[in-house]
């Protein structure tokens, strides 16, 4: 066992933390400022920053030696070969249109490999685990067991992804309307949520690009852990979050990859 | 008062019959059956089903005189100037794929016009209705006033569709891209869940295309209720579903049809 249950309890207290902070601003006129440098619209909310200070702080006091890779707040080097990689608020544009698709992504590496990774939804109440190859959903105090389900055709598979539009080069744009012309049926929306609907077992397939480090790690541990794979869009590791192809069923990756390079 | 209180009350009875029949099917692995004569994946739960049949038993035996026109079960003659509109699960794919944003649409309209509106989500706890010029969520015992938000150009707009590439026509889509091209944002996904989000002053824009008569007409008093605008893409009257644009401000609603016809 890669991760000890002292410290998963550590990290359900950082979504404790998290979600305790983020939970008063939902649905609250906040300000929305812009980051610097970004052409495109990215809110930046009070929530988003006030979460990752908690979250570091709680770090920064009960394990020092970590390091830490917060969207908000940057790096911070440490000793132990643990590394906590955090985007409290993931789905920021759902959040500030007032709905529910958004959640509080902590991942937790070993010597550069994600091996715990935890979505939380402080709203909902749903917290989503993935860990040394299990994975969980914590509600209203019961643990379920999280499950992606077989799906053998694209031609029967629900394919998800936010926003190819916004987010994809137009090459990925071509690729990916190949496997959504072979899908069963295709929906936008949801940033990290989708993941959890997959682990969850109602989504086949989840392709997203142009994530960033900090989008991704928590999502890794959560899929593998539900029976899923998880990888880039040629097979490869998608810790850069550069290309994201996520599947509850080998085979059906197997064919979107196929499909995605053409 | 075009809708007495004790009309609202049976309303809201009719919406707690259906949540009861829908709230235990969201993510349980239900049949999804297809629509014989529909190219498009169309899924038709026994949870849509279920709850259509608990409110109409509940008019059959109660407002016997009303006429009905339901999605499932289709239309039902009345005497008393009074119809139900029922769509008790719209946002079908969402649902199937364990997400949240889908809801029972229950309106009621006096000699062909909505006057009573009700959007339920069972499973959030949260009820969008309008009636009479006002418009109010009822959630955990609380009430609470909805009010869309001032907004008075597009390139402050937050802008929201569900899928213009799978229900909007080619020519429909130019015109949808020239009022995104403009919008400060643009998300999708959502169903009749935006136009709740547009109530709560949350989103500015909801451009839609192709629905029916038993999925807009629960957001006509909804959506002008909360002091919102919603009419076809042309300014006219949308009870028939073909286009659907609504608007939390009037000046944006005006700037966005002019984008649309181009």
Redesign the interface.
């Known amino acids: 066992m890669t991760v000890d249950p002292e410290t998963i309890a550590f990290a359900n207290r950082l979504a404790d933390a998290s979600g305790a902070v983020i939970r008063p601003f939902f649905?609250q006129?906040i300000a929305v400022s812009h980051k610097p440098g970004l052409h495109a619209?990215d809110p930046v909310t009070e929530a988003d920053k006030g979460a990752e200070r908690a979250i570091r702080a709680l770090i920064e006091k009960e394990r020092p030696q970590d390091a830490i890779l917060g969207e908000e707040f940057g790096a911070q080097d440490g000793s132990s070969g643990w590394r906590w990689v955090l985007d409290p608020l993931d789905g920021t544009?759902?959040f500030?249109?007032?709905?529910?698709?958004w959640g509080s992504l902590i991942a937790l590496e070993k010597d550069g490999y994600p091996v715990l990774g935890l979505l939380d939804q402080p709203v909902?109440g749903e917290r989503f685990i993935g860990a040394d190859g299990a994975a969980w959903l914590l509600q209203n105090g019961t643990r379920s067991p999280l499950k992606t389900r077989a799906c053998g055709a694209l031609k029967d598979a629900?394919l998800?992804a936010t926003?190819p539009g916004?987010y994809f080069t137009q090459e990925q744009q071509v690729g990916f309307r190949r496997v959504a012309s072979a899908a069963?049926?295709?929906?936008?929306?949801?940033d990290c949520?989708l993941f959890a609907?997959l682990a969850?077992?109602?989504?086949d397939l989840v392709i997203e690009a142009g994530f960033q480090a900090w989008d991704i790690a928590a999502l890794i541990p959560l899929v593998e852990g539900a029976g899923g794979v998880i990888t880039s869009w040629t097979g490869g590791d998608c810790r850069d979050g550069k290309t994201i192809l996520a599947s509850g069923d080998k085979r059906l990756h197997q064919a979107a990859m196929a499909l995605l390079s053409g």
Chains 1, 2 share one sequence.
């Open positions: 649905r006129r619209f544009r759902a500030v249109t007032g709905r529910h698709e909902l629900i998800c926003d916004a069963r049926m295709t929906r936008y929306g949801g949520y609907a969850l077992g109602f989504v």
